[in-house]
């Protein structure tokens, strides 16, 4: 009876090693389908620099994919401990790819958020800059006297 209960046991390990395989697979998946595509972070359409910055911002939110490449890390390193998959390094370098490619989403979306912080903020010095500016050097006098 021993060895048909390590026979059916090692059948179970079998099929759930395939299954979180699966998940790893499918999550993967998931937030690859989450990511922005490269139309939405190069095309825009707005009247002005902040109105690109948001949509470009919008674009890179990246929050979906993130999740699903939790579960997929939390899976991974899961079946990993156990030992159950037959080829971990392939599944390894996809989440590493993954998580590259997330890291540098979140880095631009970062990056944007700061600009557009920044844009109008300058435009703002720039503008009372040339009021002053402007005020400085209007003292009833043209430039032809």
């Given at each position: 009876?021993?060895?048909?209960?390590?026979?059916?046991?090692?059948?179970?390990?079998?099929?759930a090693a395939a299954e979180m395989r699966e998940e790893v697979e499918s999550h993967l998946?998931?937030?690859?389908?989450?990511l922005p595509g490269p139309d939405a972070v190069w095309d825009a359409e707005a009247d002005n620099v902040l109105g690109v910055l948001n949509a470009l911002r919008s674009a890179l939110d990246g929050d979906d994919a993130q999740e699903h490449f939790r579960q997929a890390k939390k899976t991974f390193i899961v079946g990993q401990r156990a030992?159950?998959?037959?080829?971990?390094d392939s599944l390894e370098a996809e989440i590493e790819a993954v998580e590259t490619l997330l890291s540098s989403i979140a880095e631009a979306e970062e990056l944007v958020g700061d600009l557009t912080g920044t844009v109008p903020e300058l435009r703002n010095q720039l503008q009372e800059a040339?009021?002053?500016g402007e005020a400085d050097g209007d003292d009833g006098t043209s430039d032809d006297e």
């Open positions: 009876m021993s060895s048909q209960s390590t026979l059916a046991d090692d059948d179970l390990f079998g099929e998946a998931d937030a690859r389908d989450q030992d159950a998959f037959d080829d971990p040339t009021e002053a």
